[in-house]
């Protein structure tokens, strides 16, 4: 009723008749001794009686959803089980790898569960108690959250075989001017990363801010004879590329994160799984860049 500002409207959504949403409302206004709702041509609306009730059970239900996800959490944890969400990149190849060299070294392993998700839904989903840990880039507006760095992805330019850059194995962002560039959307955390880094650099690059991920980058380059600046990834592989080394980047431009909520309660496995990484990411940082090397 408050957020549909029509009886019929919310008796439908409600799968009920208007008349009986009507004198359900008649019944608890006389049940609280108060108007909650005034009529306004068509509409209705709260009044200020209605405005406290309203927002009390809006908060009411906003603690019941909290403490049955907390308690869907700890009885998943109880059964022995990390959920683990991860951006796309690591969650098909680097992860699986790491937790399998987890599980060879531990008396009693936990049972995994992966998600496949960008950053910002990832820190959204531990916010809300769906994912124990995340595997994913910083996100401003968790001040609570404990961000570890794990581990980096090298930042590289692509160009098609048929560019005149083809030809040559590195490059600097200040030998890059006069090209066309295309790199991640700055709504996203490697995209503000990457073009700061290089404008860092070269302050009057042509680039153009627009994709979200290294496939979409890749088919641009490909179409539009553009030079893409992208983390150098597995998405990569399925394109005929050429890969150029760019120099003079900070390592960490694209810098990956451990990501947990360390005020929440969790399972020994989880806390026992997290100490694991935080003792061996330089290890993990250097599997990776070997895989990865041009």
């Known amino acids: 009723m408050a957020e549909k500002r029509q009886f019929t409207q919310a008796a439908n959504n409600l799968y009920i008749s208007q008349p009986t949403l009507s004198l359900s409302i008649k019944q608890l206004e006389k049940e609280l001794h108060c108007k909650l709702f005034v009529h306004n041509g068509r509409y209705v609306k709260l009044t200020k009686y209605g405005r406290i009730f309203y927002d009390t059970v809006i908060n009411s239900l906003d ?133 700061g880094a290089l404008l860092s650099q070269a302050s009057d690059l042509m680039i153009v801010n627009s994709m979200h991920d290294e496939l979409a980058i890749a088919g641009q380059v490909l179409s539009n004879n553009m030079v893409g600046i992208v983390a150098n990834t597995i998405y990569l592989e399925g394109f005929n590329l050429h890969k150029i080394k760019l120099l003079n980047l900070p390592k960490n431009t694209r810098q990956v994160y451990l990501v947990y909520d360390s005020e929440r309660v969790t399972s020994d496995a989880t806390l026992d799984f997290i100490d694991w990484l935080k003792a061996n990411k330089n290890k993990i940082d250097n599997k990776l860049h070997q895989k990865r090397d041009i």
């Open 63 to 195: 603690t019941l959803d909290t403490g049955t996800r907390r308690l869907k959490q700890t009885i998943s944890q109880d059964a022995g089980n990390i959920n683990l969400a991860c951006i796309p990149t690591s969650v098909g190849t680097l992860m699986p790898h790491i937790v399998k060299e987890y599980m060879q070294e531990v008396d009693k392993a936990p049972h995994f569960i992966y998600h496949d998700n960008p950053s910002l839904q990832i820190c959204n989903g531990i916010q809300k108690g769906w994912y124990d840990i995340g595997i994913c880039s910083y996100v401003s507006g968790f001040d609570n959250f404990t961000f570890v760095p794990l581990y980096t992805e090298e930042i590289i330019a692509i160009c098609s075989e048929d560019n005149d850059l083809a030809k040559i194995a590195e490059i600097t962002p200040e030998e890059l001017r006069g090209e066309s560039i295309i790199t991640y959307t700055k709504d996203i955390t490697i995209g503000k990363d990457v073009t």
